[in-house]
């Protein structure tokens, strides 16, 4: 795959996804050739995030199925009004069972969809998550949508947490960056980002610390904005055109559109529907991205965040930590 470019082959790099979500039920069924690619392109690892009681059970078993999954339990804010009961004891039972685990994904949301869930709930049921990592000592994978002032109310209640929060796609400002960075916070970039004007995203990626980098896919969300000829699409995905879903699968990964599909060599992902899936291989077109908007060859940006989220993930009973 060419990392967002499509000049040519590339050394492959290693890469560590720190947030995606491969039990998605829209990619769950398709999950092993994903992984399969990700792999050949240089992914390592995947950080897998559950987000309710619905997928946790899946996520373990994907954790116990694949070596490279790293798996994550949380209750996203999105569905904080589902939650049953005994949710929280629930939680307990899965990081018992699984001491490979990570917490995520949590958090707090007052954009659009976030507004549908009571904030008042959100914030009790992300404090508890927030207050379960830190007890567990495991990293936590944090959502955090239109409400960074809040957010960094409840870590400064609640931290320091020397086991690492990821604010995963961080979309905050450049402003706060200190803040969360002193009481443990990586900051998490995605496809996400590439909406952004070059000017704030190159602002807020520069305050950012490089020993506090991390790169994701979020898969099956965040399609970075890329030409279309840079990109990996996931199989059976009909929002993607015929010609470039045939290409996909059966290009190599350094691969580009043969001359009969010119045509889409020239667009971009804004040209495809909002629902079109992404590739967790489509990290490398994060990496692209994030190494040009801080001025750092893509190499090295690739080695630090990996080396970052190997730290962050390296817990008692992780994966990483037995090799």
């Known amino acids: 795959m060419s990392s967002g470019s499509s000049s040519g082959s590339r050394t492959v790099v290693k890469l560590f996804d720190a947030h995606c979500h491969l ?13 399969r690619t990700a792999l050949d392109s240089g992914v390592l690892r995947f950080a897998v995030n559950g987000v309710s009681e ?10 116990e199925q694949y070596p490279s999954i790293i798996p994550c339990f949380g209750l996203h ?13 629930s939680m307990r039972e899965f990081f018992n069972t699984t001491p490979s685990a990570a917490v995520g994904e949590i958090g707090l ?53 020397p086991a690492g929060v ?18 443990g916070a990586y900051f998490s970039f995605s496809g996400h980002h590439m909406s952004l004007k070059p000017q704030k995203a190159k602002k807020m990626l520069k305050s950012v610390p490089n020993e506090r980098i991390l790169l994701e ?26 010609e470039l879903q045939s290409q996909g699968q059966n290009s190599d990964l350094h691969g580009d559109l043969s001359p009969d599909h010119a045509c889409y060599t020239l667009t971009d992902t804004s040209t495809l529907p ?49 090799g």
């Open 274 to 322: 909002k629902e079109t899936l992404n590739h967790p291989a489509n990290i490398h077109n994060v990496l692209h991205y994030v190494a040009s908007l801080i001025e750092m060859p893509e190499e090295e940006l690739a080695e630090l965040s990996y080396r970052n989220a190997v730290r962050v993930f390296s817990y008692p009973g992780s994966k990483v930590c037995e």
């Open 77 to 89: 804010p999105w569905y904080v009004g589902e939650r049953s009961p005994n949710w929280l004891k």
């Open 54 to 63: 619905k997928d946790w059970h899946v996520v373990k078993e994907m954790g």
């Open 217 to 242: 896919s979020d898969a099956p969300d965040a399609l970075p904005k890329s030409n279309l000829s840079s990109l990996l699409w996931v199989e059976g995905d009909t929002s993607v055109p015929h």
């Open 109 to 161: 949301d007052k954009g659009s969809r976030g507004k549908e869930i009571d904030f008042s709930a959100q914030t009790e049921v992300f404090r508890q998550q927030l207050e379960l990592a830190k007890e567990l000592e495991r990293p936590v994978s944090v959502h955090c949508v239109q409400a960074f002032g809040d957010l960094l109310e409840i870590m400064q209640c609640t931290g320091p947490f």
């Open 23 to 35: 039990q998605d039920p829209r990619i769950c069924n398709v999950a092993p050739k994903l992984i």
């Open 166 to 183: 990821i604010l995963h796609s961080y979309l905050g400002s450049a402003e706060i960056v200190p803040g969360l960075a002193k009481l």
